[in-house]
């Protein structure tokens, strides 16, 4: 499992992914990630920089998305202990059979997962 208390105080997103051309090199690029602190001015924070062929930068885009990367590992997580929170419920008999499938469908909506029911219900609207 990662640990991602050890991110605490990294550079907020987002990141964003400036290129330059390498001198005398026809495909290569230099990827430079960077925080804009000030978009008027364009005041920035490196990140990081990287040379690679331009058509294969998804390295950069990698690095790029780290800070979504991490806040959705983290959303996940608490969908999840949310998750195991409801299971607990069920498996103490906390649930009726309304609130059985009202929690079911929480957990799926949390998940970002659409069901063949959700299909259904936006079809019939």
């Known amino acids: ?10 550079t907020e997103g987002p990141w964003v992914i400036r290129t330059d051309k390498v001198a005398g090199a026809t495909r290569m690029m230099t990827f430079f990630i ?6 008027e001015c364009g005041i920035s924070k490196l990140i990081c920089s990287m040379q690679g062929i331009h058509e294969y930068n998804a390295d950069a885009e990698l690095i790029a998305d780290a800070p979504l990367l991490l806040a959705e590992v983290k959303r996940l997580r608490d969908v999840l202990r949310d998750v195991k929170s409801d299971i607990d419920s069920y498996l103490n008999g906390g649930w009726n059979g309304d609130e059985g499938w009202e929690a079911i469908s929480s957990i799926i909506g949390a998940l970002g997962i659409q069901t063949d ?9």
């Open 117 to 125: 029911m959700d299909l259904m219900m936006e079809e019939s609207e």
């Open 1 to 10: 499992m990662i640990d991602t208390d050890k991110y605490e105080g990294h």
């Open 34 to 39: 960077r925080h804009y602190t000030d978009t």
